[in-house]
């Protein structure tokens, strides 16, 4: 059964910086199959891909965070970190981490959309305020 389990949300200013971490049961984060990323959703809309992580280690980003936002595994704790620097008042969401078995390529998509990942973190809520 695999479980991912969302911490690191919280309130901060515009300018500031939050680390998220997603630990992993059920799932490792280095196998060769490992494809993970993390979206991010505010009430009324879609769920919003905000950068993917592929079992080398190649990442791709949502444009909206490219140069803010990266990404990094932590092989022996088995998590996924997502580190937010120069944060905005729109990064303001509810973050997920999500995964799935084997490497993908969506077509028109910086990162693969939602409904290609099978399996969800209960997600942590992130609030920046201006």
């Known amino acids: 059964q695999v479980q991912l389990v969302e911490s690191g949300g919280g309130s901060v200013q515009a300018g500031g910086s939050l680390r998220l971490s997603c630990a992993a049961s059920?799932?490792?984060?280095?196998?060769?199959?490992?494809?993970m990323g993390w979206f991010r959703q505010t009430p009324g809309k879609e769920r919003e891909g905000v950068v993917s992580?592929?079992?080398?280690?190649?990442?791709s980003f949502a444009a909206s965070v490219k140069g803010r936002f990266t990404t990094s595994k932590e092989n022996a704790k088995n998590t996924l970190y997502l580190q937010m620097n120069n944060l905005k008042p729109e990064d303001t969401a509810m973050y997920y981490c999500?995964?799935?078995?084997?490497?993908?390529?969506?077509?028109?998509?910086?990162?693969?959309?939602?409904?290609?990942?099978?399996?969800w973190g209960q997600g942590t809520q992130v609030t920046v305020s201006s």
């Open positions: 999500a995964a799935r078995r084997g490497n993908i390529r969506v077509s028109g998509y910086d990162v693969p959309p939602a409904r290609v990942f099978g399996y």
């Open positions: 059920g799932y490792t984060v280095s196998y060769s199959d490992s494809y």
């Open positions: 992580i592929d079992s080398y280690g190649g990442t």
